[in-house]
């Protein structure tokens, strides 16, 4: 960016260096962003919360959005320590003293709320769980002959094991037309484990 000067901060007296093209805008008084910004990490979380949020689920109130940055999902996001989290993580933290282990979870599924009586504390597969039973799943899982690239029913995969006692694994790929690999897969239930022998 250029040649720097010296220069004194503005807040704590403390010297640092100013590029010269920020001191001649008026930028660049102070040593750090803590200077800079002398609100805690908790006013500043607190000036970015809009208590009057939408009420998703009427015997839980009014949501407390967060009205800073956001992801592409709706989630606040919020620097703290230099990292950015997620804003209800942050919430869970002020409130506890320790971060939500190892999730999260909206009872209001509503993203951008970090009302800490709004939030619990869950596992990632209960996260999931809960993301799949309100609808928001991009991808839901299928098994089976559900799956989009199934070539065999269930029924089928029942009768290959049955047939297996008795035939080739040869025959029985030519038989179904699939490979030798996926019937021995099957017969050895590597393959569609769910299903009963």
Same mark, same amino acid.
């Given at each position: 960016?250029?040649?720097?000067?010296?220069?004194?901060?503005?807040?704590?007296?403390?010297?640092?260096?100013?590029?010269?093209?920020?001191? #001649?805008?008026?930028?660049?008084?102070?040593?750090?962003?803590?200077?800079? *910004?002398?609100?805690?990490?908790?006013?500043?979380?607190?000036?970015?919360?809009?208590?009057?949020?939408?009420?998703?689920?009427?015997?839980?109130?009014?949501? *407390?959005?967060?009205?800073?940055?956001?992801?592409?999902?709706?989630?606040?996001?919020?620097?703290?320590?230099?990292?950015?989290? %997620?804003?209800?993580?942050?919430?869970?933290?002020?409130?506890?003293?320790?971060?939500?282990?190892?999730?999260?979870? *909206?009872?209001?599924?509503?993203?951008?709320?970090?009302?800490?009586?709004?939030?619990?504390?869950?596992? %990632?597969?209960?996260?999931?769980?809960?993301?799949?039973?309100?609808?928001?799943? #991009?991808?839901?899982?299928?098994?089976?002959?559900?799956?989009?690239?199934?070539?065999?029913?269930?029924?089928?995969?029942?009768?290959?094991?049955?047939?297996? %006692?008795?035939?080739?694994?040869?025959?029985?790929? #030519?038989?179904?037309?699939?490979?030798?690999?996926?019937?021995?897969?099957?017969?050895?239930?590597?393959?569609? #484990?769910?299903?009963?022998?």
């Amino acid at each position: 960016m250029g040649p720097s000067v010296s220069s004194v901060c503005e807040r704590c007296g403390k010297p640092t260096l100013v590029y010269v093209s920020e001191a #001649r805008r008026g930028v660049g008084r102070h040593c750090s962003l803590a200077c800079r *910004h002398p609100q805690t990490q908790l006013e500043r979380f607190t000036s970015r919360v809009d208590q009057n949020g939408p009420i998703v689920r009427e015997e839980l109130g009014p949501c *407390h959005v967060f009205i800073g940055q956001t992801d592409h999902h709706g989630y606040g996001l919020f620097a703290i320590d230099g990292r950015k989290q %997620k804003a209800h993580r942050v919430a869970w933290f002020f409130a506890k003293g320790a971060w939500p282990e190892p999730c999260a979870l *909206h009872k209001c599924d509503n993203p951008s709320c970090v009302r800490i009586d709004h939030l619990f504390e869950g596992t %990632k597969k209960q996260n999931t769980a809960d993301m799949v039973s309100k609808g928001r799943a #991009r991808f839901v899982p299928h098994y089976g002959e559900h799956h989009g690239m199934a070539k065999l029913s269930d029924l089928q995969v029942e009768r290959i094991r049955e047939r297996a %006692k008795l035939e080739t694994q040869a025959s029985l790929a #030519r038989a179904y037309g699939v490979s030798a690999t996926q019937i021995c897969a099957i017969v050895r239930f590597k393959a569609r #484990r769910g299903q009963a022998a």
